[in-house]
C-alpha cells in the first residue's frame, strides 16, 4: 500500500527533483548536503551551551539551518534533514498558503525528544486519538518532520534494490545504517514501518516533477458519475458493492480537475481508520498524477506546491486536530491528554468513595459496573447530554415512574448522573478530554465561536463524508453545524449498512437529511459491481424479512451469475454438520484452491473451537483470526522477553515453540527440571555440562544456546520493543521464517508453512 501522507508525497517530490536537476543516479547515502544548497539553505553550527538540549532549529523567516557541532554524523543528517522537512511543509508558502491543520509553525528550536526514536514508524493521516496521548501541533509537525527525513534518507525504493531484492546477500541493520548513513536506530525503524508496505507497489523511480498527468480521469459509470458532479448539499444512497468509495475519489477528481478547486479546500471524513487509509491512498495517487511544476522559478515554493493534499481523515481525528488548535477556548489545556477507558476507571475509583451509590457497588471492581458506567457517560456525549441535562432529565424520569421497574430504572439513572457530573468535574480540573469529549468540544467550539466556525467554513468550502449511515447525533450536529449554511456536503451512505448503531449510530440522519439540508439532492447507486446475481438474490431475499417493501431498493448485479455461488446446505446433527463442512474444503482443494481462500466464519467462539477442533482432526491447518496478543505466534514471541525478566525460565514452553531455536516440549520440560535441581536459571544450562542429561537431544541444547544469545542481546538493546523487532528483522535478514512451526511429527505446523 502506497503511503499518500505530506511527509510521504514531500520526500518523494524532493528526490524527483533532485534526480532531475542534477541528472544522477540515485547516491548512497542521499546526497543530503548537496540537495540543501541547490534549494538555497545556509547550514551553520553553533556550540552546545547555547542552546542546551536542542539538536538544531531553522533561523526565524530565513533558509538557513543551525545545526549543533559535534554531532555524530548519522545524528547530524538526520537532523538537517528533519528541519529541512519543516521548511518544506510547515513554513507558510506564498504560493498555497498556511496548511491549516500546520498552522502556528514558529522555527522553534528541535529538543533532543522531538527527534527521539526517529524514523517515520508514525500513523500520522490516520485516527490520530489514542488515550492517554498528550495533544499538541508541535508533536504533530515534529512527527510528521522525523517521517520525512526518515524517508528522504532512507527511500523505500532505494531499500528494495540494496535489501529486499538482495535475497542470497541481505545485508543487517548495521549494514545498511553505514550504507544509507544513519543510526542503527533509525534503519530498524525505518525497515519496520516498511513491514505494511507492499514492494510490488514501490517505484522504482521517481517521476519527474514536470511531468504532465497522461493517466484518464477516474473512470465512472454513469450514475456514479451523476453522483460525484452533483450539486450540493447532496446524499448518495450506495448499497454495498456499488463503487461509493470509487464514486468519492472521482468527486475529488472532478472538483481538482473540472472545477479547479485548490486541493486543501476539500476536506473528505470517515469514520473508520481503515477507510480512511484506502481513501487516502487513493486520493494521493490522483493528487500524485495531476500535479504540474507551477509557473514560478523559486524551487522551495514548487516543492510545496506539488504535495497538496485534501484533508482526509476520519471524523475523531479532525475533531481532535481542532482541539489542539483551539482547544483551550473550550477549557482544555495546550497538550491535553485522551483520557481511556483505562484511565477512565482509576479516575472513577478515586471518586466513588465521595458518592452515595447503591445500584452500582462496588464500582472499584474493573469487571462490574465501571464499564458500565463510562459506556452510559459516552452515549449521553454522543447524544450531546451534559451532565447537568442528564440529571435533569433523570430527575424527571424519576417524579414519573409510577411501576418499581420503571423507579428503579430511574434511580439507577440517577446514580449515573451523580458519577457523571463527579467524573466530568474531574476531566475539566484537569484540562483533559475522553473520546466522547471529541465531537462533543469540537461542536461547542464551532457553536459559542462564530469566528472560529468562519475560518472553517472558508477554508473547508468542499465537505466529503463517507459512511454517513453510522454517524451519531454529536456527529450529525458538528457536519450541519459546519456545512448547513453554505451548503458544502456531500455525503454518501446505506442505511442497511449501519454497523456503530451499539456507539448511538443513527441511519435516521440518512432519513431526515431533507429536513437538515433544505434542497439537498439525493441520488442512488444501484449497480453491484462485486457479488454475483446469486449472492444478490440470496441478500434480496434476506432483505424481504426485515425491511419494508416500500423501503427495499435492490441491487443489479453487473457480474456473471454461477448456480453454486451461494449453497444452502442442512444436516441431521452438528458431527454431520462438521463432517460435510470437512469434505466441502476438501473437495475445494482437490480442485486446485489453496488454504489462504477458504474461510470458515462461526456465529460463536464456541462453535469455533468445535469447528477448529475438527479441522485439525482432519488433518486441514487453521489459522485463527483472534486479537492480536492472543495469537499463538505473538504470545510466543512475547515469551523471549518474559526470559529477559523472569529467571525462571516461565516464557521457555513459548519461546522453543518459534522455528528460530525450536526445543520440543519434553525436552523444555526437561530443562526446566534439570535447572531447578541445579538451582539455576533454565537459560544459564547454556552454558554448563549436560553430559548428565543424555535424554535432552543436541538439536535442543543447539537451539538452547541460541536463545540464551537472544535474551542476552535483549538485555542489551535498548528497550526490549526495540530489541524485539532487531531479532525478528535479523532472523528475516537470514531468511527463517520465525512462525512457521517448530517441533518434529507437528503435522499441522507444518502444514500451515507449507500453505
Known amino acids: 500500500m502506497r503511503d499518500a501522507s505530506l511527509p510521504h508525497l514531500t520526500a518523494t517530490r524532493l528526490l524527483a527533483w533532485w534526480k532531475e536537476v542534477s541528472s544522477r543516479e540515485s547516491d548512497l547515502p542521499i546526497p543530503l548536503d548537496d540537495i540543501v544548497r541547490r534549494l538555497g539553505f545556509t547550514v551553520a553550527m553553533y556550540h552546545a551551551s547555547a542552546h542546551p538540549g536542542t539538536l538544531g532549529y531553522l533561523e526565524p523567516g530565513e533558509d538557513l539551518v543551525f ?19 519543516h521548511a518544506l511543509m510547515h513554513r507558510p508558502s506564498a504560493s498555497v498558503g498556511e496548511i491549516p491543520s500546520l498552522s502556528g509553525y514558529d522555527d522553534a528550536p528541535c529538543a533532543e525528544t522531538d527527534l527521539d526514536g526517529a524514523s517515520g514508524d508514525w500513523e500520522l493521516g490516520d485516527e490520530a486519538l489514542r488515550p492517554g496521548q498528550a495533544y499538541s501541533a508541535r508533536a504533530r509537525r515534529e512527527a510528521e518532520a522525523n517521517q520525512f527525513a526518515s524517508e528522504l534518507l532512507l527511500p ?32 530498524l525503524r525505518r525497515m519496520t514501518s516498511l513491514l505494511t508496505l507492499e514492494f510490488d507497489d514501490v517505484e522504482t523511480s521517481y517521476p519527474a516533477t514536470g511531468e504532465k498527468d497522461e493517466r484518464p480521469a477516474v473512470e465512472l459509470a454513469a450514475e456514479q458519475r451523476a453522483a460525484a458532479e452533483s450539486a450540493t448539499p447532496a446524499l448518495v444512497i450506495a448499497g454495498p458493492g456499488t463503487g461509493k468509495t470509487s464514486t468519492l475519489v472521482g468527486r475529488v477528481a472532478w472538483l481538482i480537475r473540472e472545477q479547479r478547486v485548490e486541493p486543501e479546500r476539500i476536506l473528505a471524513l470517515t469514520f473508520s481508520n481503515k477507510a480512511a487509509r484506502e481513501m487516502r491512498e487513493r486520493v494521493g495517487q490522483l493528487i500524485a498524477a495531476v500535479a504540474e511544476e507551477p509557473d514560478q522559478t523559486n524551487e522551495i515554493d514548487a516543492l510545496r506546491s506539488v504535495v497538496r493534499m485534501p484533508t482526509i481523515s476520519t471524523i475523531h481525528a479532525y475533531c481532535g486536530e481542532l482541539l489542539r488548535r483551539y482547544g483551550q477556548v473550550v477549557g482544555l489545556r495546550p497538550d491535553f491528554l485522551l483520557v481511556g477507558p483505562t484511565d477512565g476507571y482509576f479516575l472513577l475509583r478515586s471518586l466513588v ?20 458506567l463510562l459506556a452510559a457517560i459516552s452515549r449521553a456525549k454522543d447524544e450531546l447530554v ?22 428503579e430504572r430511574a434511580e439507577r439513572a440517577c ?19 475522553d473520546f466522547g469529549d471529541i ?12 469566528d472560529v466556525l468562519a475560518e472553517e467554513r472558508a477554508q473547508r468550502t468542499h465537505v466529503l463524508v463517507d459512511e454517513f449511515q453510522d454517524i451519531n447525533r454529536a456527529m450529525g450536529v458538528f457536519l450541519r453545524t459546519l456545512t448547513a449554511e453554505t451548503g458544502a456536503l456531500w455525503a454518501v451512505g446505506d442505511a442497511d449498512q449501519a454497523i456503530y448503531r451499539f456507539r448511538g449510530a443513527s441511519p435516521a440522519n440518512i432519513q431526515r437529511f431533507h429536513d437538515d439540508y433544505p434542497g439537498a439532492r439525493v441520488q442512488r447507486l444501484r449497480h453491484n459491481y462485486r457479488s454475483k446475481a446469486p449472492i444478490l438474490e440470496a441478500a434480496t431475499s434476506l432483505a424481504e424479512r426485515y425491511i419494508p417493501a416500500a423501503e427495499r431498493q435492490p441491487l443489479i448485479a453487473t457480474r456473471g451469475t454461477g448456480s453454486d455461488a451461494v449453497r444452502l446446505a442442512t444436516a441431521l ?63 510466543r514471541i512475547l515469551s523471549i522477553a518474559l526470559l529477559v525478566t523472569d529467571s525462571g525460565g516461565a516464557g521457555l514452553l513459548g519461546a522453543g515453540q518459534l522455528a528460530a531455536h525450536p526445543i520440543p516440549r519434553e525436552d523444555a520440560l526437561r530443562l526446566l527440571e534439570l535447572a531447578r535441581k541445579r538451582g539455576v536459571a533454565p537459560l544459564a544450562l547454556a552454558r554448563e555440562s549436560l553430559d548428565d542429561a543424555p535424554e535432552i537431544s543436541p538439536e535442543s541444547l543447539t537451539a538452547l544456546e541460541r536463545l540464551a544469545g537472544v535474551v542476552t542481546a535483549l538485555r542489551l538493546a535498548p528497550d526490549v520493543a526495540t530489541g524485539l523487532a532487531r531479532y525478528l528483522f535479523e532472523l528475516t535478514a537470514l531468511g527463517q521464517d520465525l512462525l512457521s512451526g517448530v ?13
Open 67 to 85: 545545526l549543533r557541532a559535534g554531532l555524530p554524523e548519522p545524528a547530524r543528517r538526520f537532523t538537517l534533514a528533519h528541519e529541512l522537512g
Open 156 to 187: 523505500a525504493d532505494l531499500i528494495r534494490t540494496t535489501y529486499v531484492d538482495a535475497q542470497s546477500n541481505r545485508a543487517s541493520i548495521r549494514a545498511l545504517a553505514r550504507r544509507f548513513a544513519v543510526s542503527e536506530d533509525v534503519a
Open 353 to 372: 468513595g465521595q458518592l452515595p451509590l447503591t445500584y452500582y457497588q462496588p464500582v472499584t471492581a474493573p469487571s462490574h459496573y465501571y464499564p458500565d
Open 386 to 407: 451534559g451532565p447537568a441535562e442528564y440529571t435533569t432529565l433523570a430527575e424527571a424520569a424519576l417524579e414519573r415512574a409510577l411501576t418499581t421497574e420503571d423507579r
Open 415 to 433: 446514580e449515573v448522573a451523580r458519577v457523571y457530573i463527579a467524573y466530568q468535574a474531574a476531566l475539566d480540573e484537569r484540562g483533559d478530554a
Open 439 to 450: 465531537i462533543r468540544l469540537a461542536v461547542r467550539l464551532l457553536s459559542e465561536h462564530p
Open 573 to 635: 446433527d452438528e458431527d454431520a454438520e462438521l463432517e460435510g463442512m470437512v469434505q466441502a474444503i476438501r473437495a475445494r482443494l482437490d480442485r486446485g484452491r489453496s488454504l489462504d481462500e477458504i474461510a470458515v466464519l462461526c456465529r460463536t467462539r464456541r462453535n469455533a473451537r468445535k469447528v477448529i477442533a475438527a479441522l485439525e482432526r482432519a488433518s486441514i491447518p487453521t489459522r485463527v483470526i483472534a486479537p492480536l496478543l492472543e495469537q499463538d505466534e505473538i504470545k
Open 743 to 755: 517441533a518434529a511429527g507437528d503435522e499441522t505446523a507444518q502444514l500451515r508453512a507449507a500453505h
